[in-house]
């Protein structure tokens, strides 16, 4: 039996593929290398650049891999403030994407998909923590795609019988503990690459994107989940359907909230850099806080996070960051 993880080059998806392969699992990688990189997955590994949209290609690994009997799905697009200004990108690559990928499934009856959902789905939280019954109101395009991705889940499940398991992210930071991959984004946009990029003077100063939200010090609060974790996450919930368990939704995230101001004197404890920043405007969308209960994951799916204190995630991310300075190097 293999796994098939789709947008196993990405930054989750190859913390996940570097999991699987030490637990000796047999794994197909599919990546189109849009945002993810070929030196992020082991080169032995079984390696398909493709998109999933593209049902002949995908028909194409199904049939060369027959045993593939469970898919994990990190090949999304997931940068709120593009999501603003692009939306149908989202619902194109995102939602109608996985249309297609359910199709080509159930065409070859695989019937397990672990499905990388996000915080985002929740939008504006009327209480902390976030549970996950609690209302699903996106606030942006990025959101709504994944939201309708896990409703049509649920029909296909329905329907076909496809099960699944949905995760839903908090705030994922932090790099293999030896250094050897981790966070590439281009453009960077998300708050510890940068702080870090800082710190290697590779940036000027951060910007603190609003110091007046509703917290203690008026800066958001999020909660840190470490990619080792979840890539644990994902395959607990592979095992939980192989099982023969039911399709069912998870919170991922260490139910711990930290400021974006503690999350820079936390870097500069860790780097004893100086990190310079200022408060700068408000970034369009930013919930105050997101916290997750995330008990349902470790009792249900026998989730057992390892790190849970952010300055050990800042750790590995600065390992990463320090012995690669331009990332995968492999952009233009
Ligand atoms: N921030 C700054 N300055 C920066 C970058 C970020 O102050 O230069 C702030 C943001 O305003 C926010 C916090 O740092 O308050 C975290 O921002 P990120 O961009 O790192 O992460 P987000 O919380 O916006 O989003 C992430 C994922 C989403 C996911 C969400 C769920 O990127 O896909 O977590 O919690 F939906």
Redesign the pocket.
């Known amino acids: 039996m293999s796994i098939l993880v789709l947008g196993g080059a990405g930054y989750i998806g190859s913390h996940t593929v570097d999991r699987l392969l030490a637990e000796n699992r047999d794994v197909v990688v599919v990546d189109n290398l849009v945002t993810g990189h070929r030196a992020a997955v082991n080169s032995d590994v079984k390696f398909y650049e493709g998109d999933l949209a593209d049902k002949d290609f995908m028909r194409k690994v199904f049939t060369e891999n027959p045993d593939i009997d469970a898919v994990i799905h990190f090949a999304a697009f997931?940068l709120?403030a593009e999501s603003m200004v692009d939306p149908l990108k989202y619902f194109d690559n995102n939602t109608a994407g996985m249309v297609k990928l359910l199709e080509v499934m159930n065409e070859f009856d695989v019937k397990r998909i672990v499905f990388s959902s996000?915080?985002?789905t929740y939008g504006i939280p009327e209480k902390m923590p976030i549970y996950e019954d609690d209302p699903q109101n996106p606030i942006n395009p990025?959101?709504e795609s994944k939201l309708m991705m896990e409703k049509i889940m649920r029909w296909a499940d329905d329907a076909y019988g496809i099960k699944f398991v949905a995760l839903r992210y908090?705030?994922v930071a932090g790099a293999k503990p030896d250094g050897s991959i981790g966070e590439d984004h281009g453009p960077e946009?998300?708050?510890l690459p940068?702080v870090l990029q800082v710190a290697m003077g590779k940036r000027d100063e951060?910007?603190?994107?609003g110091d007046d939200y509703n917290t203690p010090d008026g800066t958001?609060v999020?909660d840190y989940v470490h990619p080792f974790d979840l890539a644990d996450a994902h395959i607990l919930a592979v095992d939980y359907l192989r099982e023969g368990n039911d399709s069912d939704v998870f919170n991922l995230g260490s139910s711990t909230g930290f400021s974006?101001l503690e999350m820079l004197e936390a870097a500069r404890e860790v780097t004893g850099k100086e990190i310079p920043a200022k408060i700068a405007p408000r970034?369009v969308g930013?919930p105050d806080t997101?916290i997750a209960a995330s008990e349902k994951a470790r009792k249900v799916l026998g989730w057992k996070p390892q790190f849970d204190d952010v300055k050990k995630i800042i750790e590995t991310a600065w390992k990463w960051h320090t012995t690669h300075p331009n990332g995968y190097d492999d952009r233009d």
């Open positions: 997931s709120v996000t915080a985002a990025y959101g908090f705030n946009t998300h708050l940068i951060l910007s603190i994107f958001n999020r974006n970034r930013d997101l």
